[in-house]
C-alpha cells in the first residue's frame, strides 16, 4: 500500500495560516481518496477533511468548513491542507491517510494508510 509522509505543521498565531504537505510512494496514489485527521491532547483522533481520487469532490468536518481547503496534485502524488483563519482550537497532531475507495469516508477505520503525523500549535 502507499507510504505517506506529513510536513509544513508549526507554530502560528490565532488568525494566521499553514499549508500541511502529504508526500506519497508508490505508483497507485491516483487510486486512493485521502483524507485529514487531527488529534489534540487528550481527545479522540477526528475527521477534518477529505478529497476523492480525483480531486472533483472534497469534503469537510464543520469546524473547518470555510477555513480549510484540501486539494491534490496526482502528477507530484501530493495531497494538501491549507489552513486559514486557524484558531487556537485547531492545536493538534494532523495525519493524513489513504482509503482505496470510490468515495470520501471520514471514519479512521477505513483507511489503509497514515503517515506519522506533523504538529500544529495556533497561540492565542
Known amino acids: 500500500q502507499v507510504q505517506l509522509v506529513e510536513s509544513g505543521g508549526g507554530l502560528v498565531q490565532a488568525g494566521g495560516s499553514l499549508r500541511l504537505s502529504c508526500a506519497a510512494s508508490g505508483r497507485t496514489f491516483s487510486s486512493y481518496a485521502m483524507g485529514w485527521f487531527r488529534q489534540a491532547p487528550g481527545k479522540e483522533r477526528e475527521f477534518v477533511a477529505g478529497?476523492?481520487?480525483?480531486?472533483?469532490?472534497?469534503y469537510y468536518a464543520d469546524s473547518v468548513k470555510g477555513r480549510f481547503t484540501i486539494s491534490r496534485d496526482n502528477a507530484k502524488n501530493t495531497v494538501y491542507l491549507q489552513m486559514n483563519s486557524l484558531k487556537p482550537e485547531d492545536t493538534a497532531v494532523y495525519y493524513c491517510?489513504?482509503?482505496?475507495?470510490?468515495?470520501?469516508?471520514?471514519?479512521?477505520?477505513?483507511?489503509?494508510?497514515w503517515g506519522q503525523g506533523t504538529q500544529v500549535t495556533v497561540s492565542s
Open positions: 478529497i476523492n481520487y480525483s480531486g472533483g469532490i472534497t
Open positions: 491517510a489513504a482509503d482505496l475507495s470510490v468515495g470520501i469516508r471520514t471514519n479512521i477505520r477505513a483507511y489503509d494508510a
